[in-house]
Nanobody, 121 residues
Framework: QVQLVESGGGLVQPGGSLRLSCAVS????????MGWFRQAPGKQRESVAY???????NYSDSVKGRFSISRDNAKNTVHLQMNSLKFEDTAVYYC???????????????WGQGTQVIVSS
């Protein structure tokens, strides 16, 4: 199976920075899109940013210009650099990867367990 493990969450003051990382391991043939989602208390999970296998990126309007997503295909890792953090960025952040576990055409979505980010003064 495929496992995703996030790291880098924590407590930070407004205006501060954090860097989240996610490592993908297990048995898979290929990874395509990798991304980050977040879920704040009482709210639905929302997409934050994603990056394709070719390196194209997309950001939600709420984080554009503050967050930066990157990946290392050789290490099967994806990172989220979060700058100028705001109170409203407080949430559990989840890593997601679209991967094929066989050489066939089927892609599956895999999730990490989440890492807490708290922005507080």
């Amino acid at each position: 199976q495929v496992q995703l493990v996030e790291s880098g969450g924590g407590l930070v003051q407004p205006g501060g920075s954090l860097r989240l990382s996610c490592a993908v391991s297990g048995r898979f043939y290929s990874i395509d899109v990798m991304g980050w989602f977040r879920q704040a208390p009482g709210k639905q999970r929302e997409s934050v940013a994603y990056i394709t296998g070719g390196g194209s990126t997309n950001y939600s309007d709420s984080v554009k210009g503050r967050f930066s997503i990157s990946r290392d295909n050789a290490k099967n890792t994806v990172h989220l650099q979060m700058n100028s953090l705001k109170f409203e960025d407080t949430a559990v952040y989840y890593c997601n990867a679209e991967a094929k576990v066989t050489m066939g055409p089927v892609w599956s979505s895999f999730w990490g367990q989440g890492t807490q980010v708290i922005v507080s003064s």
